[in-house]
């Protein structure tokens, strides 16, 4: 069985262990905590996505972006 709680380290609480224990009762566990990346870190953990990055960001600096409203965008693309 695997459950994944996703929480804010300041919303771990003993509840929180308790609740663990509840549904797991003894059997052995393995507890694994990893810090989530923002989307900044993770649109720029890989190179290619950096360097795609930056080239926008270069043209949009000279002026070579396209500019449009949300309505526009949801009208020409829709809920694909």
């Not at 709680?5 to 694994?32: H, Q």
Request: glycine share 4%.
């Amino acid at each position: 069985m695997r459950i994944t709680y996703r929480l804010n380290a300041d919303e771990l609480t003993v509840g929180v262990l308790d609740s663990i224990k509840a549904v797991f009762l003894d059997k052995a566990i393995t507890i694994t905590v990893e810090a989530e990346m923002d989307e900044t870190e993770y649109l720029l953990a890989s190179e290619a996505n950096r360097e795609h990055l930056e080239r926008s960001m270069k043209q949009l600096e000279r002026g070579e972006g396209i500019s449009f409203t949300l309505e526009e965008f949801q009208k020409k693309y829709g809920n694909q």
